[in-house]
C-alpha cells in the first residue's frame, strides 16, 4: 500500500481549536501553514473552533488551546476542552506561561479596573463592568497547565505555520512530535 493509500484508509481524527486569553495571532499562524490547509482539510474534521459554528466541544482527538486563563469562562471552556480532547496541546507562549498578559500580574486587579473604567479622562460614565453575563475576571492570568493537564506545549508567539504543521503532521500520523531546533523559538 502507498502513502498516499494508507493516508486514505487512516481515519479522520476531530480537531478542536480555542482561544482564551490570547489574541488569535496563534490561530492565524495556523492559517499561515497555506497550501497545507487543503492537506489538513483531508486529514481531519473540526469540531468547535473560531474556524467553525460549533458552539461546545464534543469528543476530539486533538484540542489546540491558544491564550492562557483569565476569567472564568476561560476556566469553564478549558475544562470541557481537557474532558473531550484525548491530546491536549498548550499553542503560543500565552497558553504555555500567560504570555504577555501575565504582565498584569505585578498590578492589583481592582487598581487596573479603576484605572481603566473610572479614573480615565474623557469617560462619559466610568465604572466598572458589573452585568452578571460578563464572566469575572481571576486575580491573576494563569498558564493553562495550572488549570488542567496538557499532553504538549508548542512554544512562540505564536509558533510559525511551519512548526505548527511539522507538529500537527507528526500528531495525525501517531509520532511523538518533535520540533527540529531551527522551528523552536520563544519570541
Ligand atoms: S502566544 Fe502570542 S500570538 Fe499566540 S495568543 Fe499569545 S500573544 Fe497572541
Not at 486533538?62 to 484525548?86: D, M, S, T
Amino acid at each position: 500500500m502507498d502513502a498516499a493509500e494508507s493516508d486514505a484508509r487512516r481515519p479522520r481524527l476531530r480537531v478542536a481549536t480555542t482561544s482564551l486569553a490570547g489574541c488569535f495571532g496563534c490561530h492565524m499562524s495556523l492559517l499561515d501553514i497555506d497550501e497545507h490547509l487543503f492537506e489538513l482539510a483531508q486529514l481531519v474534521d473540526f469540531d468547535r473552533s473560531p474556524l467553525t459554528d460549533v458552539k461546545h466541544c464534543g469528543p476530539c482527538d486533538i484540542g489546540l488551546i491558544e491564550g492562557g486563563v483569565c476569567n472564568a469562562e476561560n476556566v469553564h471552556v478549558l475544562r470541557e476542552f481537557r474532558r473531550n480532547c484525548k491530546i491536549l496541546v498548550a499553542v503560543g507562549a500565552c497558553a504555555v506561561n500567560g504570555g504577555l498578559p501575565a504582565q498584569r500580574n505585578h498590578f492589583d486587579l481592582g487598581v487596573c479596573l479603576q484605572q481603566v473604567y473610572q479614573c480615565r479622562e474623557g469617560l462619559a460614565a466610568p465604572q466598572i463592568p458589573d452585568d452578571p453575563e460578563l464572566p469575572l475576571l481571576l486575580d491573576k492570568v494563569r498558564p493553562i497547565h495550572e488549570v488542567v493537564r496538557v499532553d504538549y506545549f508548542v512554544p512562540g508567539c505564536p509558533p510559525s505555520g511551519e512548526a505548527l504543521w511539522k507538529f500537527l503532521t507528526d500528531l495525525i500520523a501517531g509520532r511523538t512530535p518533535r520540533l527540529p531546533y531551527d522551528l523552536l523559538h520563544y519570541d
